[in-house]
């Protein structure tokens, strides 16, 4: 059994190139594999491996004031979710392309997976998963509106073309695990939206929280590794992807779409 560690920290961090080759010489030194980011703006990553292993090297985080209440949250995988370490320096830990933005300072309300049905079942809530819509077509909230974008970068241009939807509106959003919409809600408060909400720590720590029979999670999360989705109770949820297609599919050895095999079928025995 495989232990998978998802965490993100807003900070300023200068000096995250200083960060670089030491976090790689303990990854590799305790065997975790994974994708670490390291950006002017704080670190996001999501490691697996032996669970103390993937403790050691979230402590070694935590051991900087600036990171000290990092996050993490906790799945497992009865196969290595990752085929290889990635420590990688970028100029944002999520690449929104709207300037600089002080998100710890200006992000929007976090609202508790345990309330969040309560929230988005305010009729003047307007919901929006800012995932792409490949995450969007394999499981959702019931009722959200989905921006169609291929990327997170593509977010701005569309909250601006929205006519029905103004520095007035009630705004409730959720994403994987919370970076996204965290950076997305520090965005619109620069831009004047004053009523923003955020679901703390995203899809991932709903589906660990809620109870399937209390959920109003319809479907399954997309993940970034050889998992492809999971559930509630964040249990894998089975499906393959097709890389040619960017998409999720049902279990099978071709992509019905283009008819090639698709990843797992590819790297998974």
């Known amino acids: 059994m495989f232990h998978v560690a ?51 090297v979230l402590k070694f985080l935590r051991a900087d004031a600036r990171f000290s209440d990092l996050e993490a949250k906790w799945s497992s995988a009865e196969f290595t979710p990752f085929p290889r370490l990635k420590i990688r320096l970028k100029e944002e830990i999520v690449t929104l392309n709207a300037g ?31 995932r792409n819509d490949y995450e969007y077509a394999i499981g959702t909230f019931k009722g959200a509106t989905n921006p169609q974008t291929a990327s997170f970068g593509e977010f701005p241009e569309w909250i601006k073309e929205q006519e029905a939807i103004n520095p007035d509106t009630k705004i409730a959003m959720f994403c994987t695990g919370g970076i996204r919409c965290e950076k997305a809600s520090a965005y ?70 283009c008819g090639k095999v698709p990843r797992r079928a590819q790297t998974v025995s």
């Open 6 to 56: 998802a965490f993100y920290k807003f900070a300023s961090f200068p000096d995250f190139t200083d960060w670089q080759n030491p976090l790689r010489e303990l990854c590799e030194e305790q065997d975790v594999r994974g994708t670490i980011l390291l950006a002017p703006e704080g670190v996001n990553g999501t490691i697996a491996g032996r669970q103390e292993s993937v403790k050691t």
């Open 100 to 130: 600089t933005l002080d998100v710890p300072r200006e992000t929007g309300h976090l609202v508790e997976p345990k309330d969040w049905n309560a929230l988005i079942s305010d009729p003047d809530v307007v919901l929006i998963d800012v």
């Open 188 to 257: 619109l408060k620069g831009e004047g939206y004053d009523e923003v909400y955020q679901l703390r720590g995203g899809v991932l720590r709903y589906l660990e929280e809620v109870p399937e029979e209390k959920s109003s999670w319809d479907g399954q999360c997309f993940v970034f590794d050889w998992r492809i989705s999971v559930g509630h109770g964040l249990e894998p949820g089975g499906l393959d992807f097709c890389e040619h297609c960017n998409r999720a599919v049902e279990p099978g050895v071709t992509c019905l779409d």
